[in-house]
């Protein structure tokens, strides 16, 4: 989820002017704290599994030729010793998976985390959706270049709503503007006390979509402009064409049919199994970070309520990206991407957006498929080679992190490095020669934020 709303950006001109800069820090931006002097790791590799406790462990068992776990294991480790709380992961190359867990999942109780713990992964919610979507393309029910009107008349009437098409939603060239932050006001005044105040408030889905098609648009129409509200009103399609609630239809069709055990909506504030506690810092307006693991998710919707675990998203698409839950023509509309920002001269663009999925190029070079989501505390990434053979999906519990200078430049940024190191590590090849983990080039200067949620220049 995102939070994107460029009129606010005006407000409070006055204070908070220490946050003008936007922090250019991709989905691993997270959230600030102190690195402990240890980062203990708990790994899980298959039937051969073992746990890490700390640096004194054992070895892990049945080595994997493929998967590099020592650089694996130190690291996710890395993570923590910069200074995120917690992370967990899953890798996956072939029939080869490792697990591991990095930190704390309560940094009161020092409880450790762990490789399979559910977690709210945000926007990757955006993925599911548009398969469901795109399952109903295949029947004939949805064309994808048809006006949304034609289906939604009475939320999306008159030119708009002629204009507007069931793709134009799913990659977020629609024009319309975000809902969330209307539907939280007073957020960037004082976002603690608002987040507090909204955790068991439950907001009705048409009513998110009118405050998003009331919003100012956020780009020109036909350009890539990341809006929740695109998903909210692709889960009202979805309940138009399928007479169903469409939390059920995607449970039944999409979650089901990929055989997923530990993936859904959640019906209530909390997650229902094992989890950790997942922080919010906002820039360090909510000091220290709160804990806003229980939250009524209703305000994300079809664009980004679900819970998961990392080794179900690397099953998610694995199928996805082999051919299994949509037919060739679905998964090629799904796979046909539109620049997802204006590079500076010269540069070539390093992310593109499909229908609910999109393309990166990572610091090794390649260029792999996913998404990135980020709620109130807890962020996740997932990407995998096209052919879904070689996979990485990390949750972590400690968003908005990043601090600025009293010259409104960010700080120096060593849990987002760390992050980016590991996921370029676990998705690089072992066959092929490589620079250690630490040496490896830096993301592109231009990649945007993928899922900041509230950005520094919108709470200056």
């Known amino acids: 989820m995102r939070l994107v709303h460029p009129n606010n950006r005006r407000r409070q001109e006055h204070r908070r002017g220490r946050l003008a800069a936007v922090a250019s820090v991709a989905v691993l931006s997270l959230a600030v704290g102190v690195a402990p002097a240890q980062a203990a790791v708990h790994i899980s590799a298959g039937p051969t599994a073992a746990a890490w406790s700390g640096p004194s462990a054992a070895p892990l068992a049945g080595p994997d030729r493929r998967l590099d776990q020592p650089a694996l294991r130190d690291s996710l480790a890395a993570i923590h010793k910069a200074g995120m709380y917690g992370a967990y992961s899953a890798v996956r190359d072939g029939s080869q998976q490792w697990r591991g867990a990095t930190g704390f999942a ?56 002629r204009q507007v098409t069931v793709r134009m939603l799913l990659n977020h060239t629609s024009g319309i503007g975000d809902y969330v932050l209307p539907a939280f006001p007073g957020i960037l005044e004082n976002p603690g006390k608002v987040l507090e105040d909204n955790r068991f408030r439950r907001l009705d889905p048409e009513h998110l979509a009118r405050l998003g098609l009331a919003a100012p648009p956020v780009a020109e129409h036909g350009t890539h402009s990341y809006s929740n509200t695109n998903y909210v009103i692709a889960g009202l399609l979805l309940q138009k064409v399928t007479g169903q609630d469409p939390e059920t239809y995607i449970t039944r069709n ?29 820039y360090g307006y909510i000091e220290p970070a709160r804990d806003f ?43 046909t991407t539109v620049p997802s920002y204006e590079p500076e001269p010269g540069e070539e663009v390093a992310m593109r957006y499909g ?14 498929w996913g998404h990135d989501g980020g709620v109130f505390g807890a962020g996740t990434w997932a990407l995998s080679t096209e052919d879904g053979r070689r996979q990485v999906a990390i949750g972590y519990n400690l968003m908005k992190y990043q601090r600025f200078d009293e010259n409104n430049k960010p700080k120096p940024d060593p849990i987002g490095d760390a992050l980016f190191q590991y996921v370029d590590g676990a998705l690089s090849d072992p066959a092929k020669p490589s620079p250690p983990l630490r040496q490896r080039s830096a993301p592109p200067s231009t990649l945007p934020p993928l899922n900041p949620l509230v950005t520094p220049e919108q709470l200056r």
């Open 293 to 335: 693991s229980a939250y009524d998710m209703s305000w994300a919707g079809t664009a980004g309520a679900m819970v998961s675990t990392m080794r179900d998203l690397n099953d998610f698409y694995r199928q996805l990206l082999g051919g299994k839950l949509l037919g060739p023509a679905e998964l090629r509309a799904m796979k």
């Open 106 to 161: 309560d940094v009161d109780t020092e409880r450790w985390m762990r490789p399979d713990f559910e977690h709210r992964i945000g926007s990757i919610t955006k993925t599911f959706t548009a398969v469901a979507v795109l399952q109903q393309v295949h029947k004939g029910r949805i064309e994808l270049d048809a006006p949304v009107g034609r289906y939604l008349p009475e939320l999306i009437p008159g030119e708009r709503g």
């Open 254 to 282: 999409v979650i089901r049919k990929a055989g997923l055990r530990h993936t859904y909506f959640p019906r209530s504030p909390y997650i229902s199994g094992p989890h950790a506690k997942m922080y919010e810092s906002m």
């Open 355 to 368: 229908l609910g999925l999109y393309t990166l190029r990572m610091p090794n070079g390649g260029w792999y």
